[in-house]
């Protein structure tokens, strides 16, 4: 099945779980993950309209997003090392995975050298699950209340990994999580209005993360096939 007809079927399951849930389908976005994708199979997925890339590494986006000439939105939705910072505010408009303090703080500080603001996302691991990154929940209070007084930082919103089922229903918990964990974040914060984004949900769980609340899936394998690594 092509790239076009693939990206038709995921935006025909997000309309569907939209409206099971009585949810607007225009508020949630698509984020074609692209990791290990070649760029000629990006921009074929540009062409059948999607407007908005993720890719988890800092180095393999440094190197295809000279080839994508389109209009479109990187987002880094993997794990970010200080010493890249730099280098992703280069190539990302948005950041899907501030875990600390440490980090968010590198991403103000370069952000300042260019006057510009960047919108992130605080990543949960709502699981616990020690081979995840991000915060605990219990952590995340304390995170935010850091991130949202520096100047060249937004806080959108959140972001988390479940473990990965094979029956999407065992994710929902985690997403109910995450959503919750948001409705509680917005009560005390100082601008409740500027978090309105939840990234959760990939290929094989992204209709029900819709159902749960997501804003933004990032789905990969039903958009390009399996990844070769």
Known sequence: MSIEKNIRLVRE??????????????????VAVTKTVEAVRIREAVQAGVTTLGENRVQEAESKCGDITADVSWHLIGHLQRNKVKKALAIFQFIHSVDSVKLAA??????????????VLLQVNVSGEKSKFGILPEELRELYSVTE?????TV????????????????????IRLRR???ELKTG?????????????????????????A???????????????
């Open 215 to 229: 804003t933004m899936v990032r789905v990969g394998t039903a958009i390009f096939g399996e990844r070769n690594g």
């Open 181 to 183: 964990l948001l409705e």
């Open 149 to 153: 007084s520096m100047e060249y930082i």
């Open 106 to 119: 590198e991403i103000n500080k370069q952000a300042s050298r260019s006057d510009r603001n960047i919108p």
């Open 13 to 30: 399951q997000m309309v569907r779980a939209a409206e099971q849930s009585n949810r607007d389908p225009e508020q949630i976005s698509l």
């Open 189 to 213: 914060a100082s601008r409740p209005d500027k978090l309105t984004e939840l990234s959760m949900g990939m290929t094989n769980d992204f209709a029900v993360a819709v159902e749960e609340g």
């Open 156 to 175: 959108r919103g959140l972001m988390t990994i479940p473990p990965f089922f094979r029956n999407p229903e065992e994710s929902r918990p985690f997403f």
